[in-house]
């Protein structure tokens, strides 16, 4: 079974720009999840998404938006996009509605803006 | 809510020596608890997971873990550990009615030293 995919890998924006990040669930999962990774903060939710309705979201700007579509895909967008949005962005899937269904991360998505 | 603090941000230790990496976590209501580890420009991989029963649970790789919950405490321990064991490693704990938002530590970068 193929694991979660995240496309790109890496991106290079400058400030002000806005940029969409791509996440493709492990099949049959519904539940995808966002995490911005930096090292000065570690792991930070963004927010999750189950059947296309954000259940959770995290303490960030809305400048950070999302969605799901109907085959449980994903995409996370940054607008406006400000130095200190350098980061990797982790998406997460997971089978079910449980807050014990383990999540399976993707390779993430390297953003650097400058 | 929940909070997770990792002891140690570095732990470096010899091969074939036992390490253990601590973890302690805050909250008001029964949790889930997990430990990730992630490799180099990797995502993060579940390594064991905590959910009911057993107090000590097996994971991944010869990892173990142990559930003291007078301690509120969720150790990671390896009897006898490999070069390729270097990497961070991720304590997290999950509660909640809905959704799946998990709180992670801030890691542990362990280094195995030849």
């Known amino acids: 079974k193929a694991g979660v995919t995240q496309t790109p890998r890496y991106l290079i924006k400058t400030r002000g720009q806005q940029v969409t990040l791509s996440c493709s669930p492990i099949?049959?999962?519904?539940?995808v999840s966002w995490y911005q990774q930096t090292p000065g903060q570690g792991l930070q939710f963004l927010f999750e998404y189950f059947s296309e309705t954000q259940r959770n979201k995290g303490n960030f700007p809305g400048r950070f938006s999302g969605r799901q579509f109907s085959n449980s895909r994903s995409e996370m967008n940054v607008s406006t996009l400000e130095l200190g949005d350098s980061a990797l962005y982790l998406c997460a899937s997971s089978l079910g509605t449980a807050y014990n269904s383990p999540l399976h991360f993707g390779n993430g998505t390297r953003l650097t803006v400058t | 809510a929940q909070s997770v603090t990792q002891l140690d941000s570095q732990v470096p230790v010899f091969e074939e020596a036992p390490v253990e990496l601590r973890c302690n976590y805050s909250?008001?209501?029964?949790?889930?608890l997990f430990w990730y580890v992630q490799y180099p420009n990797q995502g993060l991989q579940l390594l064991l997971k905590y959910l009911s029963g057993s107090t000590l649970v097996k994971g991944i790789n010869g990892f173990e873990a142990e559930f003291n919950k007078s301690q509120t405490s969720f150790h990671l321990r390896k009897p006898s550990v490999h070069i390729s064991d270097t990497a961070e490693y991720f304590c997290?704990?999950?509660?909640?009615?809905?959704?799946?938002?998990?709180?992670f530590g801030t890691g542990t970068s362990l280094t195995v030293i030849p």
């Open positions: 997290a704990v999950s509660a909640g009615a809905t959704g799946n938002q998990f709180y």
């Open positions: 909250s008001s209501v029964s949790v889930y």
């Open positions: 099949s049959g999962h519904r539940s």
